[in-house]
């Protein structure tokens, strides 16, 4: 179960690069479970990389009750597997035995994940959605104008992209 909590937060979170210096540190007291948020950002050991790194993240009602299963039995959310008084120390090690185990293949093997993807997918995902550039920015702690979120994170699939295509000789049929 703890594997796929984890799976589950790092798409939530909108994970990047940066994750294995603040995020992995995430201790319960930045979780409101009742409000269902995840407080980002500046804490008594890491400093954010921008104003805008500093968010509050809104969860699914099934990762914050998922969460609530895990139990609070350490200060971290993810604590560390020698010493549960620390929080995860190897982040790689740990994303590629959750997808193992999670199942999730491709060509027959357990699939490549990054924290790159995953943010790349949260973000397709929120655009496909129709959720508006400005708060996917927000989302991932982007400045509002930023143009990193769209050409690093932002991706169309091809099957988006076929769907978006117009039947004029439709329209014209309609028209008359």
């Excluded at 799976?7 to 994750?19: I, Q, S």
């Excluded at 120390?89 to 924290?115: C, E, H, Q, W």
């Excluded at 959720?131 to 690093?152: C, D, F, W, Y």
């Excluded at 039947?167 to 028209?175: F, Q, S, T, V």
């Amino acid at each position: 179960m703890a594997t796929t909590i984890f799976y589950e937060f790092l798409l939530a979170n909108k994970f990047g690069k940066d994750t294995k210096y603040c995020r992995m540190r995430l201790r319960w007291s930045q979780i409101d479970l009742a409000r269902q948020l995840i407080k980002i950002g500046l804490t008594d050991v890491d400093t954010p990389k921008t104003k805008h790194s500093n968010r509050e993240v809104f969860v699914c009602e099934g990762l914050a009750s998922d969460l609530v299963a895990l139990g609070q039995e350490y200060g971290y959310v993810f604590p560390g597997f020698k010493d549960p008084e620390k929080p995860m120390d190897n982040f790689r090690k740990a994303l590629k035995s959750a997808v193992i185990k999670s199942g999730v293949n491709r060509y027959g093997k357990p699939m490549r994940f990054t924290p790159k993807f995953g943010r790349k997918a949260f973000t397709s995902y929120q655009w496909i959605a129709g959720t508006p550039l400005e708060l996917i920015r927000q989302m991932i702690g982007h400045s509002p104008n930023s143009k990193v979120a769209v050409k690093n994170y932002l991706h169309m699939p091809s099957e988006s992209v076929r769907a978006a295509v117009l039947d004029l000789d439709a329209l014209a049929k309609k028209g008359k």
